[in-house]
């Protein structure tokens, strides 16, 4: 009757073989398919119980699912056996085709390993093929592949006729896990997917929280944030500006599109724009607003990447320090300007001289004094240094006596050297180049190691003018100043002294420098003068002096005695100083003399 019902048996097993194959591409998750391939190992196949087992990353099994007895699967789900004790039981199992089969009667040794198993006793068989509870039939699932990779091991126990299975039960056997390790892996496949859309999902959500992030700190950031491009035709160009840029410069986001920074920079400042490192770069500089004016602003830059491999940009933040700036200007201008009539004060002064002059002395020796003195027609009786007194203060009505100055000069040491580029005409009606607001400028000398410098001669003694230009250092006392202060108080002095700056000011060029050496005392730096352009100069500075002065409606008069030096190299700032301050000195004292013969 076996051999009659046979083609029925095998249609019935090959419909629920078709089945439960149907049902494994139906589980959704992974954990769904390992329990779709245990349920239809007993669904399809005719075994009381299945088991799966799972290949872990590291290598050991694990099982998986259980179907068929909820007391074993309660007991050895999610228990684990070492790789070597399964390779073991394979190894000495007998092959039907890929499945691996162990006997009873030989797998007493493996009751000590640690794979999970569960099992019943029960008697011998009584026929050859019977099946015994201790009986082992396995069915590895590889992965596809020349690879053939282990997957995991489904373990059958129990046949439902009783006897171990026939060549259709074997093939039947193997083919479904076959296709098991097929759903195994792409459920896998699917789980690893998912995971990497959810990875992906969460890494874009902070990609764009990150990017809004940025939008709104580049946007809504209290100073000024630019991106710029780096590289290409277009390197510098902005990208975009954020709005407190934007209204920094006075320029709407759409014209600042237009531009670089190198085309706001101010002129003197593009040098320093140039040699800002695109990483970590810093630089104070002045950029060009849309009236016009500058400001000064701090940069700081940064390199950014679109992507991994994308390109890069230039992000620099713009901080407004027109305000420290200004301040600093501000000490810096008290550290080196009188604070009373706003003049280049004593260290100002000595520092614009000593750039001047060096140390090497020039081709003829120079003389101490090389000084022409001018007095201002006062009998001011100083007696001889800084600290002497003076006095004569004048009201309106005074007649200060004197109105003009001898030209005489004391003598000078012969200079063979001529000034570069000297003429004849007078150069203090002339404006001159290379002068500026701190100092002169000049042109190098190209000769020897001090090509950089222009050393300065002095005009040769005599009352004939060679010609040479030099550095004249025309030193001013006030006469009868003393007078004026015990008189009327130092609230009227320093109103006179404010106004004589004002006057020695106006009356020399933008390039000289008037500076106040201390008390009643000026100094005046001219460049390019010979002597008769110094001693005209000295006239006129002293001829704008004398007028009344009005202070709280009162008129007060001063003079003033000027003594003539040229600064030269070889010679200290002091010596220079002091010899002008001695010629001053003689002259006024000669002047004085002069008076008292005269009365």
């Not at 074993?72 to 890929?98: C, F, H, K, P, Y």
């Not at 640690?114 to 008697?123: E, K």
């Not at 890069?312 to 305000?323: G, K, P, S």
């Amino acid at each position: 009757m076996e051999t009659e019902s046979e083609p029925y048996v095998r249609l019935s097993t090959l419909r629920q073989l078709h089945q439960v194959v149907a049902d494994l591409n139906t589980a959704r998750s992974l954990a769904d398919t390992l329990q779709t391939v245990a349920d239809g190992v007993v669904a399809g196949l005719n075994y009381e119980l299945a088991c799966v087992n799972l290949v872990r990353p590291d290598g050991d099994l694990v099982v998986a699912a259980f179907a068929g007895s909820s007391a074993a699967e309660a007991l050895i789900t999610g228990r684990v056996g070492s790789r070597a004790s399964w390779e073991r039981r394979l190894a000495m199992a007998d092959a039907w085709g890929d499945l691996r089969f162990i006997p009873h009667t030989e797998g007493w040794v493996l009751m000590e390993d640690d794979v999970p198993q569960w099992h019943t006793d029960g008697p011998a068989p009584r026929f050859e093929d019977e099946w015994h509870p201790h009986d082992r039939l396995y069915a590895p699932m590889y992965a596809s592949g020349s690879g053939r990779e282990l997957l995991g091991v489904i373990s059958v126990d129990r046949p439902r006729n009783g006897r171990h299975p026939g060549p259709w039960g074997q093939e039947a056997l193997q083919m479904y896990a076959s296709q098991s390790a097929i759903a195994i892996s792409n459920a896998r496949l699917r789980s690893n997917m998912q995971r990497a859309l959810v990875r992906l999902e969460r890494e874009q959500q902070a990609l764009r929280a990150s990017e809004e992030s940025f939008r709104q700190a580049f946007e809504y950031a209290p100073s000024g944030m630019a991106i710029a491009e780096m590289g290409g035709d277009q390197h510098g160009r902005l990208l975009r500006t954020n709005d407190a840029l934007c209204r920094l410069l006075g320029r709407p986001a759409s014209v600042m599109r237009r531009y670089s920074f190198a085309d706001l920079v101010h002129p003197e400042d593009i040098g320093t724009l140039l040699r800002t490192s695109a990483e970590g770069g810093r630089a104070e500089l002045r950029l060009g607003r849309r009236d016009g004016t500058y400001v000064w602003v701090s940069l700081r830059n940064s390199v950014v990447a679109d992507t991994a491999d994308g390109p890069r940009f230039l992000l620099t933040h713009v901080e407004d320090i027109e305000e420290r700036k200004r301040h600093e200007l501000q000490l810096a201008h008290r550290a080196s300007h009188d604070a009373l009539t706003g003049l280049p004060n004593s260290a100002e002064l000595r520092s614009r001289l000593s750039a001047r002059i060096c140390e090497r002395p020039t081709a003829a020796p120079a003389v101490a004094a090389q000084t022409g003195g001018y007095d201002g027609g006062y009998d001011s009786g100083r007696d001889g240094g800084y600290d002497s007194g003076r006095d004569g203060g004048y009201e309106t009505g005074h007649d200060p006596g004197h109105s003009g100055y001898d030209s005489g000069h004391s003598g000078y040491a012969p200079v063979p050297v001529p000034h570069p580029g000297s003429s004849g005409s007078s150069p203090y009606e002339v404006p001159y180049e290379h002068e500026h607001e701190h100092g002169f400028g000049f042109e190098p000398a190209g000769v020897g190691p001090y090509d950089h410098h222009v050393h300065m001669v002095a005009p040769t003694a005599g009352d004939i003018d060679d010609g040479t230009k030099g550095l004249a250092v025309l030193f001013c006392d006030l006469d009868g100043f003393k007078s004026i202060n015990d008189r009327f108080g130092h609230h009227t002095g320093d109103a006179v002294l404010i106004e004589v700056a004002r006057r020695l000011t106006s009356g020399v060029r933008d390039g000289d420098t008037v500076a106040r050496l201390g008390g009643d005392e000026f100094v005046v730096l001219a460049d390019g003068l010979g002597a008769a352009d110094a001693a005209d100069l000295a006239v006129r500075l002293r001829n704008a002096i004398i007028p009344p002065i009005r202070v709280d409606g009162r008129a007060v008069r001063v003079g003033a005695s000027f003594g003539i030096g040229w600064a030269e190299c070889g010679m200290s700032v002091e010596e220079v100083l002091n010899s002008a301050d001695q010629r001053m000195y003689v002259e006024k004292r000669s002047r004085a003399k002069l008076h008292r013969r005269a009365g």
